[in-house]
C-alpha cells in the first residue's frame, strides 16, 4: 500500500499559479506512476496528469501547455505545477500512484482545495 499526503492548495486570482505537493510514502519501491486528479463540485474524478517512471507524460486538454507534474525521487514527493489557473480548474485535487494507470483504492490522499477566483 502507497500512502500519499497532498499540500499546498487554496485561494488564487485567475491566470495566478500554484504548486501542489504530494509526499508518498509506504511501498514507494512499487511506484511506476504518478497522477494527479481533481474533482468539481457534481462531476466525475479526472485526470489531470500522469507521470511514468520512464518519463512519460500524459495530460488532459484542458490543462495541456499550463500545468507539469514532476516528481522527486530522493524526497518521496511529487508535485503538480498550475499555471495560469481558471475558474474552471477549481476542484479538489488528489494525488495518487501504483504500479500501473489503475490505482488501489487505498493509494489514495485526502485532497487538497483549490480555489480560482474569476
Known amino acids: 500500500q502507497v500512502s500519499v499526503v497532498e499540500s499546498g492548495g487554496g485561494l488564487v486570482q485567475s491566470g495566478g499559479s500554484l504548486r501542489l505537493s504530494c509526499q508518498v510514502s509506504g511501498r514507494i519501491w512499487s511506484i511506476y506512476v504518478m497522477a494527479w486528479y481533481r474533482q468539481a463540485p457534481g462531476k466525475q474524478r479526472e485526470l489531470v496528469a500522469e507521470l511514468q517512471n520512464s518519463g512519460s507524460t500524459r495530460y488532459a486538454d484542458s490543462v495541456k501547455g499550463r500545468f507539469t507534474i514532476s516528481r522527486n525521487y530522493a524526497k518521496n514527493a511529487a508535485y503538480l505545477q498550475m499555471n495560469n489557473l481558471k475558474p474552471e480548474d477549481t476542484a479538489v485535487y488528489y494525488c495518487?500512484?501504483?504500479?500501473?494507470?489503475?490505482?488501489?483504492?487505498?493509494?489514495w490522499g485526502q485532497g487538497t482545495q483549490v480555489t480560482v477566483s474569476s
Open positions: 495518487t500512484g501504483d504500479s500501473s494507470s489503475v490505482y488501489h483504492p487505498a493509494n
